[in-house]
């Protein structure tokens, strides 16, 4: 039997969701028992000599001087930098950022910026993707710089603690997001930082989601929840985190000595809440329009199911649509349909009947025809393309 040592934090979602995949790992075998070890065991070395791995958040060299004095095999999930001898397991940060910045781009949002704790690698890899992905598609992304003052609470209030409060930084945030031209879209770092903002904004009487959309990252439901508006925000699969980190500890035990390639796991999905509802176009019920198409497009709705929703004749709705979005309503309804089949055969494994279902088509023939003739490519050999580059 081998003693597993896990050293997450578990007040926030994110830890419990790696604590179930490791979980889940554990009980598809009969030689894992696992223990909690706690971050003050760190200076307990006999407490750490009793596991024979670990899966650990590594926050600092404190951390990683202590687990490697134990000789034994570490797999970190927190990833701050790789750590020699340590194995890793995290989330695919070029994904996240891509499913950021897809989600405003499609809501048609022309500005953008970014709100983290620069210098944190977390989020800076989810700064970079999402910048990039923002320039392949000609925009620009306005950035929130951390005074040095609130980088020093991070690992303490933000990781460990979760301190659900006001920003240390809230004033410079205040004047930042003050500065910026309206509307915007803000991508934040993870929820935390997203609650803060929004806070900042009530404060200040910035309309959320009308001046400023906001997106975190997480997806951590007290928090989303708790969030007035509720906060939108990204699952970053932590589950599958855990449990890939749970395989790799276990070829380190396998083969002594060898170390497995870090592994990047792509995020679940986009979780869409009040916090980023809305596009930014006039006139308003145009964007009360959208937001019908995208809540009901599982629905075989019509052009006159959204002419009725917006109490608006087919002549005025149609010709608002071909002004603002260079198309009919009908057509626009076919595209965001086809888009979200798109991202269900990117970002899952469900069947494709089941996608098609998902996405408003009545067959599965339909959905693969459409799929095929719009992006050039079969939903298959799509979903195996995207598969491959993530890797």
Known sequence: MKTIGIMIERQRMYGRRLCEGVIRFAREREDWSLRIVDFSDLRAPRRLTECDGFIARVMDDEAESALRKTGK??????????????????????????????????????????????????????????KRCLELNHFGCAVYHTPRSALKDFNDSVVLKEHFGIASDQRAMGAWIEKLEKPVAVFC??????????????????????????LGCDDDELVCLFTHPTLSSIDQNAVEIGYAAAQSLQSMIDRPGTVPAPVLVKPLRL?????????????????????????????????????????????LVDAAFRKTFGTSVQKTIIKE???????????????????????????????????????????????????????
């Open 271 to 315: 979780v869409e809440r009040d916090s980023s509802r809305i596009y930014p176009v006039d006139p308003p019920w145009l964007s009360d329009a959208m937001i019908f198409i995208r809540r009901n497009i599982s629905r075989n709705i019509t052009a006159a199911d959204v002419h009725f929703h917006v109490g608006k004749s087919h002549t």
């Open 73 to 130: 095999p570490v797999v970190d999930v927190f990833f701050e930098r790789p750590r020699k001898g340590f194995g890793a397991a995290d989330q695919n940060a070029r994904f996240v950022g891509q499913m950021a910045a897809r989600h405003f781009i499609e809501h048609r949002f022309t500005r953008f910026a970014f709100c983290g704790y620069n210098g944190r690698s977390y989020s800076d890899r989810r700064l970079e993707s999402f």
């Open 189 to 214: 770092s993870h929820d935390m930082r997203a609650y803060q903002l929004i806070e900042i904004c009530r404060e200040r009487k910035i309309r959320i989601p009308e001046d400023v959309a906001v």
């Open 337 to 391: 349909r086809l888009s979200e089949a798109k991202r269900l055969v990117q970002e899952t494994d469900l069947p494709f009947a089941r996608i098609a279902t998902l996405s408003g088509f009545s067959t599965v023939q339909y959905f693969c025809t459409s799929f095929t003739a719009t992006y050039g490519i079969s939903p298959s050999l799509y979903r195996t393309r995207m598969a491959n580059e993530s890797v």
